[in-house]
């Protein structure tokens, strides 16, 4: 599995557009990029997965350059309640019952 | 919307106690999974299962643990003696698939927290 290095945290402000990128040197060709987000005591959620260009959806949007060694997570207009953990993982989804491996993820805290 | 579903939710338990964590997946799903988080670290993988036997599982699932689907729609984790360093937020998840063009989501349960004394 392709080892992901995300910021530890991050802060922002209610309204303001937040972007979280993570780096993926190492990424295998079959490897898909996923971002889950987790709230206190919660399990995580999925949130968007791409492969390469862009993917949008109702709540974020995923944007992985050419290369795809890194991906950037970005939620627009952040709320109070965008307040959790975000995970990127990097994974081979051709696999069945491919097991997600967690890293430390990125804690967003946003202020009103 | 489908959920998995956890029981209990917390459970308090004394040292060396069997413990027996239930879930139940959404019901189309075939891919089955247990995670841990000890309070204020990331989840751990601990166990995946297919077709009624373990796929894959990690190096904190050792003869203690064990998984079982005992009818069509439980899937249960087992700790037969438990130790204080056991302690944690146990979440089953599950999946329909992780081939071809499918996203491999996993869909995470509320958990549940195990605290041993």
């Known amino acids: 599995l392709a080892k992901t290095t995300q910021p530890i945290s991050m802060d922002s402000y209610e309204g303001q557009e937040v972007n979280i990128t993570c780096s993926h040197n190492?990424?295998?060709?079959?490897?898909?990029i996923t971002w889950y987000q987790q709230f206190p005591s919660q399990g995580p959620r999925f949130i968007i997965q791409g492969y390469k260009t862009k993917v949008t959806n109702e709540v974020a949007s995923l944007f992985i350059p050419a290369d795809r060694k890194s991906s950037t997570l970005s939620l627009p207009r952040v709320s109070l309640s965008d307040t959790a953990v975000y995970y990127c993982l990097v994974g081979d989804y051709d696999q069945a019952g491919t097991a997600l491996i967690f890293g430390k993820g990125t804690t967003l805290s946003v202020s009103s | 919307e489908p959920e998995v579903t956890q029981t209990p939710s917390h459970q308090v338990t004394q040292m060396g106690q069997e413990v027996i964590l239930r879930c139940v997946p959404i019901s189309n799903h075939l891919y089955f999974y247990w995670y841990r988080q000890i309070l204020g670290q990331k989840v751990e993988f601990l166990v995946s299962?297919?077709?009624?036997?373990?796929?894959?599982k990690s190096e904190i699932f050792d003869d203690q643990f064990s998984v079982e689907r005992p009818d069509g729609s439980n899937f249960t984790l087992k700790i037969r003696s438990t130790k204080l360093e056991d302690s944690a937020m146990y979440f089953c998840?599950?999946?329909?698939?992780?081939?071809?063009?499918?996203?491999?989501?996993?869909?995470f349960g509320e958990g549940s927290r195990l605290t041993v004394l």
């Open positions: 299962f297919y077709n009624n036997e373990i796929s894959e």
């Open positions: 190492n990424i295998a060709t079959n490897d898909y």
């Open positions: 998840a599950s999946s329909d698939s992780g081939r071809g063009t499918d996203t491999g989501e996993l869909f």
